[in-house]
């Protein structure tokens, strides 16, 4: 699903981005010659972005090469093989959506053919060379976060007018265009690149050397103070210790919280005039870590629910302790969300709204749709499907959606329109205060379910132990 | 097997009933008894400490008696496993069943559910390993279960066999010295015939 959206996103910017800019220039809100001087300004920033977003995510297939050691094959040939198979990555294809339109353009619009292919050519050595800088590039972050805050502060100094570098670097890819012969320059660097990673890579292929799986020493932190949580305090410190040391749980964890920044999308001129936008607002942005990770309880504890079935584990005080977790995200959501009082009260009064429906009603809704319906196991050390897992999202889980989004917004708009704005606030507000209240009662219905599904649950969990 | 005894899976037809308690009914047996059958009994991402107080919490001891649990099992241990500052994923196979088996133990459990537990165990440990389960036996108030397809562990720790082929009872006998003839007998004669999937269960009261 992300996949296809970045696809789409670039493509439609490759398509779309010369006229987009074309326009700026008429209007008079960029100052340039052209567009493709623009683009050309700002492909410094891609390249360091390119290289930028390879670091973190992109990794090498190690895990596929252990079982070749020991086969038949010389070194060289296991390189060659892991290294192209970093080239087929989707990092190197994603560029293509963009700059393969672009070109099209840019010779439609007059532009000439060889001058064109030169700078096309030039731009897929650079992401070559990017795709290969990264292999031989892990564990730098000394080198690497210095570098990231030189360019944030030269984008920054840029926006505000101090520092340009853009025009440097502009004529710099301006020069591939010109000079069609000068695509040599990062075909050279591709080589040299390649010829690197790959004498790199056969140093590192020892199962005690790059291939090893590094454990991280344990740390184990103080969370008595949780104590006073009683019994519950039990299954708390364990979920909080199952967020902080684990990348699955933790990205979670943290995008939940991007959530908050929600609600700038729906404040362009389309959405802001709807005010039933602000109720959607309100609901994600305070309900970011309500969704993503309460919609996937019980699945967190899917790689030994075997033994949380085994032991004496009411499962009120496991379900309750997820659900503290959400109230608390909730409401420091909430008081992150402050800052829309600079929209105007109205987009406030929204988010109040909303966070009051999502912990009252929302938190047992999840916890509620997961024991009915969420059965697909997380394995919590791989980030890899943390981007919609296809199994997790079905048509149940968006019939989900009605009481989550759907039912609030109705609310809004039978109080909205019959009495007035405040009045629909309020009484998303109160449905979410009368959840609270019937909280054990829902609780009731929640545990009959987890019993009835138990089975059903520790096989679809361990299928794939 | 062990799995229906925990109450993991829906029996077919029948049920089981321990210390006068229907598993599929109640949930009573679940203080009395404990298991270790595989990985997905370990938390991977606490420590062998963490976990065990963990365990302890849900069985209602504190943190004291866990302590003195781990101490009495130091020399089962073996200075690996607890102490390493290591999580539970980042153990080896063996450390692992260690804490699982000694996980097992805490809260003074009356049924004690152990599947395979001399695989991937070094023979050292082993050894340590028949001495913690005999005394365990010893004491006229636990039963051990454990399964194992390995004819000297059971015939040298069971106090009763059952033998198990495809699901049906074969055997069932109270150990004696000519158990393990009786035993290799058995699988000597079917190993002639063809080679079917056997596993003896043993139980010590």
């Known amino acids: 699903m992300g996949a296809l959206y970045f696809i789409v996103a670039f493509g439609a910017l490759g398509v779309g981005s010369y006229f987009i800019i074309e326009e700026f220039i008429e209007k008079g809100k960029i100052v340039a010659d052209n567009p493709f001087q623009v683009v050309n300004g700002f492909l410094i920033y891609w390249v360091f972005a390119d290289i930028g977003y390879r670091y973190m995510l992109q990794k090498m297939p190690v895990a596929n090469i252990k079982p070749l050691l020991y086969l038949p094959f010389k070194k060289g040939k296991i390189v060659n093989y892991a290294l192209?198979?970093?080239?087929?990555?989707f990092f190197n294809f994603l560029?293509?959506?963009?700059?393969?339109?672009?070109?099209?353009?840019?010779?439609?619009?007059?532009?000439?053919?060889?001058?064109?292919?030169?700078?096309?050519?030039?731009?897929?050595?650079?992401t070559l060379a990017a795709n290969f800088l990264n292999v031989f590039m892990n564990n730098m972050d000394k080198v690497f976060y210095p570098v990231l805050a030189v360019i944030a502060g030269l984008g920054l100094s840029q926006y505000y007018g101090l520092f340009d570098i853009t025009a440097y670097t502009g004529p710099m890819f301006m020069f591939f265009y010109e000079n069609a012969w000068a695509f040599i320059i990062p075909l050279l660097l591709f080589i040299v690149t390649t010829y690197y990673a790959y004498h790199y890579f056969i140093k590192q292929l020892y199962l005690d050397e790059g291939l090893k799986d590094v454990a991280k020493e344990a740390t184990t932190e103080d969370l008595s103070f949780l104590d006073r949580f009683g019994k519950l305090s039990t299954y708390l410190k364990n979920d909080i210790k199952l967020i902080k040391r684990n990348k699955r749980a933790k990205?979670?964890?943290?995008?939940?919280?991007?959530?908050?920044?929600?609600?700038?999308?729906?404040?362009?001129?389309?959405y802001s005039s709807i005010n039933g936008m602000k109720v959607f607002a309100g609901l994600f942005c305070t309900g970011g870590f309500l969704f993503s990770f309460g919609g996937l309880v019980p699945s967190w504890d899917s790689s030994y629910y075997k033994l949380m079935m085994s032991q004496n584990i009411p499962y009120r005080e496991f379900l309750l302790s997820k659900w503290w977790l959400m109230v608390a995200a909730?409401?420091?959501?909430?008081?992150?969300?402050?800052?829309?009082?600079?929209?105007?009260?109205?987009?406030?009064?929204?988010?109040?709204?909303?966070?009051v429906y999502n912990i009252g009603f929302n938190s047992s809704v999840v916890l509620w749709g997961g024991g009915a319906f969420v059965k697909t196991p997380i394995d919590l050390m791989t980030t890899k499907k943390a981007f919609g897992d296809s199994k997790a999202?079905?048509?149940?889980?968006?019939?989900?959606?009605?009481?989550?989004?759907?039912?609030?917004?109705?609310?809004?708009?039978?109080?909205?329109?019959?009495?007035n704005e405040s009045a629909g606030f309020i009484a998303i507000a109160a449905t979410g205060v009368l959840g609270l209240l019937f909280r054990n009662k829902i609780f009731d219905m929640i545990e009959d379910i987890y019993k009835n599904e138990k089975y059903d649950t520790i096989a679809a969990y361990s299928q794939k132990n | 097997m062990f799995s229906l005894l925990l109450d993991l899976i829906?029996?077919?037809?029948?049920?089981?009933?321990?210390?006068?308690?229907?598993?599929?009914?109640?949930?009573?047996?679940?203080?009395?008894?404990?298991?270790?059958?595989?990985?997905?009994?370990?938390?991977?991402?606490?420590?062998?400490?963490?976990?065990?107080?963990?365990?302890?919490?849900?069985?209602?001891?504190?943190?004291?008696?866990?302590?003195?649990?781990?101490?009495?099992?130091?020399?089962?241990?073996n200075g690996e496993a607890v102490g390493q500052k290591k999580y539970l994923r980042d153990l080896s196979k063996g450390n692992q069943k260690k804490v699982g088996i000694v996980a097992a133990l805490i809260g003074k459990p009356q049924v004690v559910i152990l599947d395979e537990p001399f695989a991937n165990l070094d023979p050292s440990t082993?050894?340590?390993l028949k001495k913690i389960i005999k005394d365990l036996a010893n004491d006229p108030e636990v039963t051990v279960l454990v399964s194992s397809h390995d004819l000297i562990h059971v015939t040298e720790v069971a106090q009763r066999v059952v033998l198990l082929e495809k699901g049906k009872v074969v055997k069932d006998i109270e150990k004696s010295s000519a158990t393990f003839k009786e035993l290799e007998d058995y699988f000597i004669g079917i190993s002639e015939i063809h080679a079917p999937v056997a596993t003896v269960l043993t139980e010590e009261e």
């Open chain 1, 330 to 355: 909730t409401v420091v959501s909430t008081l992150l969300c402050t800052f829309y009082l600079y929209f105007g009260l109205d987009w406030w009064f929204g988010m109040l709204a909303g966070a």
């Open chain 2, 10 to 77: 829906q029996p077919s037809s029948g049920h089981i009933v321990s210390n006068d308690v229907r598993i599929d009914q109640s949930e009573d047996w679940k203080p009395f008894t404990s298991a270790f059958i595989d990985e997905s009994f370990l938390i991977g991402y606490l420590t062998p400490e963490e976990y065990f107080y963990f365990i302890g919490e849900l069985r209602g001891q504190n943190k004291a008696d866990i302590d003195a649990l781990i101490a009495s099992y130091s020399d089962f241990f």
């Open chain 1, 84 to 89: 192209g198979k970093t080239v087929v990555s």
């Open chain 1, 251 to 270: 990205m979670t964890f943290i995008m939940g919280f991007f959530f908050v920044l929600y609600g700038l999308f729906f404040m362009n001129d389309l």
């Open chain 1, 95 to 126: 560029p293509a959506f963009f700059f393969i339109p672009f070109s099209v353009v840019l010779i439609a619009q007059g532009y000439s053919v060889t001058g064109v292919i030169g700078w096309h050519l030039a731009m897929l050595f650079i």
């Open chain 2, 126 to 128: 082993q050894i340590r």
């Open chain 1, 393 to 419: 999202f079905n048509a149940k889980t968006l019939l989900l959606l009605i009481p989550k989004l759907v039912l609030p917004v109705v609310i809004y708009y039978a109080f909205a329109l019959t009495i």
